[in-house]
T-cell receptor, first 111, second 112 residues
Framework: NAGVTQTPKFQVLKTGQSMTLQCAQDMNHEYMSWYRQDPGMGLRLIHYSVGAGITDQGEVPNGYNVSRSTTEDFPLRLLSAAPSQTSVYFC??????????FGEGSRLTVL | SQQGEEDPQALSIQEGENATMNCSYKTSINNLQWYRQNSGRGLVHLILIRSNEREKHSGRLRVTLDTSKKSSSLLITASRAADTASYFCATARSYNTDKLIFGTGTRLQVFP
């Protein structure tokens, strides 16, 4: 079982560039979400989805877009990268009433 | 804003000792979860306790929940060097765990 797979693991961007962080899960989980982790801040929810075709904003959605065309995939798009988006990004999936399964993270640096 | 605040921020103990971490939160919840994160890795779900439960056990882990005080504790008994990690509490306001609010974490160091 691969679980939750995130790509890329590391990325360096210049301010203003766009990119997509990929997330795929093979557990047939309905729920998927994106979090960012900054030092001393814990994890903060960016966007989440309760099923294919359904997405909603979390605590810190500005500057990010998501879509959920399939149950398996939940990509996170950075529209115009800013230094404040330098962070570690985690994708997670779950069943409606269970704990979250996390990917290994994508470490993004914006110069 | 963070829902959960862990205490202490950092904890150092010797192998074999017990480790206790506390989590306080601000609003009413449906359930509270604890996660472990090894350095440079993703989070791993440890245990979930619902608001109508007061205590839950899983192996060497014991979690308590006091909804009147809006607090929870995680006890790791007979700690091992492999328990060295950061531990986070996370709260869910609804029965479904679509939106979790995480605390800032406790860094646990277990010395052999």
């Amino acid at each position: 079982n691969a679980g939750v797979t995130q790509t890329p693991k590391f990325q360096v961007l210049k301010t203003g560039q766009s990119m997509t962080l990929q997330c795929a899960q093979d557990m047939n989980h309905e729920y998927m979400s994106w979090y960012r982790q900054d030092p001393g801040m814990g994890l903060r929810l960016i966007h989440y989805s309760v099923g294919a075709g359904i997405t909603d904003q979390g605590e810190v959605p500005n500057g990010y877009n998501v879509s959920r065309s399939t149950t398996e995939d939940f990509p996170l798009r950075l529209l115009s990268a800013a230094p404040s988006q330098t962070s570690v990004y985690f994708c997670a999936s779950s069943r409606p009433k269970g704990g979250l399964f996390f990917g290994e993270g994508s470490r993004l640096t914006v110069l | 804003s963070q829902q959960g605040e862990e205490d202490p921020q950092a904890l150092s103990i010797q192998e074999g000792e017990n480790a206790t971490m506390n989590c306080s939160y601000k609003t009413s919840i449906n359930n509270l979860q604890w996660y472990r994160q090894n350095s440079g890795r993703g989070l791993v779900h440890l245990i979930l306790i619902r608001s109508n439960e007061r205590e839950k056990h899983s192996g060497r882990l014991r979690v308590t929940l006091d909804t009147s005080k809006k607090s929870s504790s995680l006890l790791i008994t007979a700690s091992r060097a492999a328990d060295t990690a950061s531990y986070f509490c996370a709260t869910a306001r609804s029965y479904n765990t679509d939106k979790l609010i995480f605390g800032t974490g406790t860094r646990l160091q277990v010395f052999p």
